[in-house]
């Protein structure tokens, strides 16, 4: 979950790193540095804290490094050791010629460790990669040959990384590697680019070769050789990278996270398109490699996610099971992976992540699909690790998600299992023709709808400044909607650090209604339907409580007037297709609380965007 960028060609270094480091800033940022050859040294310099950090470290030492034209960066997200300047990477060798980057874990490093102290290392950090750093010297002190000493090193680590080397007494290289870990080289007229993530160098180039797991890069300003585990070289396979440099501004926005909100129409149009024609004809999902007898037979699903991801498959469970009569279980991805499931080549399992990378949802995964289930994966990365592992690959195409909190990747999951669902629906012939196409008809407006309630965020950011004082926040809502309840309430917490707990109304009296007076804020997603009247009377509970209640309707009732306080209007829409709809003023409200607050809305503390530790 940290990134890390290199450089080697003709171009001065020094803005290709800061730059590629700040793309990359969605990954960690409590601290950050660079390693940057300087005639036969290579100076280091970190600083804890923002990127801003060290680019005023650097301002006094830029003339130094100016004609320097190859380098390596690291932003961090502290997993071993305190976020110091320390612990920020590079990393050095105690000969102090050979730095190090490093993006994941090194498992084994405390044996490491101990075995490299004994051969008289020091080590000055507390975190993991450190070893990587004096054990690459030691063998580099053996060979003489930076590509050869870290095939050796390699094979002493376990773990998930993603590695960039650099060796003073080899210039113009820079040697790169990887295993369980995201690591990608950007070819250039000007030479050659590594980043763990394409925005790190998408702006120079959209050529790109993705380095598989054990295989070692040596890069110079005009060559690049690959090789695997064994030492054989590889013909590299350059890729045309699908995404433009533009997908990275703000585009005048305050932050990342409101014009991703108001991409969602787009969005949910891009996805439909190709897919859903009209009402009357079938979902054509040419993804779902699963035959058609298959996908008749299946009697399991199961469906495993992290966070957002997470909220997005619960609702996929409730569409799969109203459409399709097949029983969904759905887990969070650390669960599954530790208990023994009944997992096996009848199940399909359905792996959702917008990183395609998290840790856990990977592992999880790959459990599955080497018990012999079907994997069908629903990301917005096609060229991440677990689209690699996918039988089939329902990719959203939301496009490069830069806010930490998930927007438009999660309105783009639910679109997919919408049209996933209502696919297997028509297959297995478990929904009627017209609630069918009244379904369908009534998606290919959903655009419509979600702009609808994007022009009337003034109000809704008049209803969150009201309850921007509050610590807590309670959001209620029934069947369909509590995933939406649990989304809504994540992310409040996640960009304003107010304790907010989504529940199932119902349960309400079963114990969270003895914290309700008249300090706690509580939102009921009101959406006509079977549950609309239970809902009604569960705010009537809140509110004899004295609770500060705000409703989330499609209702007109006049009712709603006397029990809520404050009442966001959403278009009417089919109780079934509403979660599309009610998270959208959920967002806006976090957004708007979290941006009256002052806080750091587009990288929360302590979060990253993709999470590649278990
Ligand atoms: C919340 C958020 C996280 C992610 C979670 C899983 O806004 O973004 O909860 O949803 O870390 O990440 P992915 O979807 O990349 O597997």
Redesign the pocket.
Known sequence: MCGIVGYVGSNPVLDILLDGLEQLEYRGYDSSGIAVRNGDKINVYKAVGKLKNLREELSSHAYEIQKSTSGIGHIRWATHGAPTVVNAHPHVSNCGKLVVVHNGIIENYKELKSKLEAQGCTFKSQTDTETVAHLVALKYEEVKDLTKAVGLAVNEIEGAYALEIMHADEPDKIVITKRNAPLIIGVANDGFYAGSDIPAFIKHTNKAVYLSDNQIATLTSSSMKIQDKDGNEVTPKIEQLPWEPVALSKMGYKHFMLKEIHEQPDVVRNILFGKLHSADTPIELEEVKLTREHLKSLNRIQII??????HAGMIGKYLIEDFCQIPVDIEASSEYIYRKTVTDEHTLVIG???????AD?LTAIKQAKARGSHILIITNRPDSAMAREADSLLSVNAGIEVS???TK??IAQLTSFYLLALFMAEIKETLDNVKLSTLKSEMLILPQKIEQILSNKDKIQTCARKYSGTRDFIYIARGINYPTALEGA??LK?ISYINATGYPAGELKHGPIAMLDETMPVLSILMKGSVYDKLLSNSEEARARNARMIALTNSDSPKLDELFDCIIKVPDIDEILSPIISIIPLQLIAYYIAEFLGKDVDQPRN?A???TVE
């Open positions: 996610a992290c966070g957002t991801s997470l959702v992540s917008q990183s395609g990378e998290t949802t930490v909190a998930a990747s999660y994540l992310k996640e979060l965007k993709s999470v």
